[in-house]
């Protein structure tokens, strides 16, 4: 498998555009995450999906941000309008459930200049 | 509020060494406590994940540890290799009516030859 796969790798916008973050995560894993990390926040957990569900988005930051996972192969994290603090590391994580072992994507880092 | 403190903030040890991280938290109620491994630049490897009624974990040359009652945990590197310099996370799980997780600030290792 080739792991959690996310697109893009890189994002330089400006403020104020929209920004659409992809996640495909491993075959067959059912629970979905995503995460930013900062060097002043560290890591945070922003939203949780176990088949599909939204279980817990309480870290959404504000409605600027919303996710989505169509279906069990496809998540997006998309962020509009967008504004420099957004500027962070964004990873997408899958497992086979809660507590299972997290998988990690090589993660996006977006600029919002 | 729920809390996770890592200590120490960074450490330097030589290669062959061992060395020990400290995680303290006040995070309740208790679901699981992990322990990711993170290079610079990719994203978080889980090494452990214990549950309440586990106090000892290993997974190769990392041992984690994990003490209920005190609500402390470790994580023990045997024999450092250059490739163990990297950030190493402690991340509390919290599960009652909602789904949380709780972030250390981590670790940053960094083994010298």
């Known amino acids: 498998d080739a792991g959690v796969i996310q697109s893009p790798r890189h994002e330089v916008t400006e403020m104020g555009q929209e920004v659409t973050l992809r996640c495909k995560p491993i075959s067959g894993h059912n629970s979905l995450f995503w995460y930013r990390q900062t060097m002043m926040r560290g890591l945070e957990l922003l939203i949780y999906f176990n088949n599909n569900v939204p279980i817990d988005d309480s870290g959404m930051p504000e409605d600027r941000f919303s996710a989505k996972m169509p279906n069990a192969s496809f998540s997006t994290l998309k962020i509009q309008p967008s504004e420099p603090r957004d500027s962070a590391v964004y990873f997408c994580?899958?497992?086979?459930?809660?507590?299972?072992?997290?998988?990690f994507g090589p993660g996006t880092r977006l600029t919002v200049l | 509020k729920n809390q996770v403190e890592q200590s120490p903030q960074s450490l330097i040890i030589l290669e062959g060494k061992n060395c020990t991280l400290q995680c303290n938290y006040t995070v309740s109620p208790f679901s699981n406590l992990r322990w990711y491994k993170q290079d610079t630049g990719r994203g978080p490897v889980s090494l452990t994940i214990?549950?309440?009624?586990?106090n000892t974990k290993s997974n190769g040359r990392y041992t984690a540890t994990l003490d209920a009652d005190t609500k402390q945990s470790s994580l023990h590197i045997t024999a450092s290799q250059l490739s163990d310099s990297a950030s190493y996370i402690c991340?509390?799980?919290?599960?009652?009516?909602?789904?949380?997780?709780?972030f250390g600030a981590g670790t940053t290792v960094t083994v010298r030859a």
């Open positions: 994580a899958s497992s086979l459930g809660e507590p299972d072992t997290q998988y």
């Open positions: 214990m549950t309440f009624s586990e």
């Open positions: 991340v509390v799980t919290s599960r009652s009516n909602d789904y949380k997780l709780s």
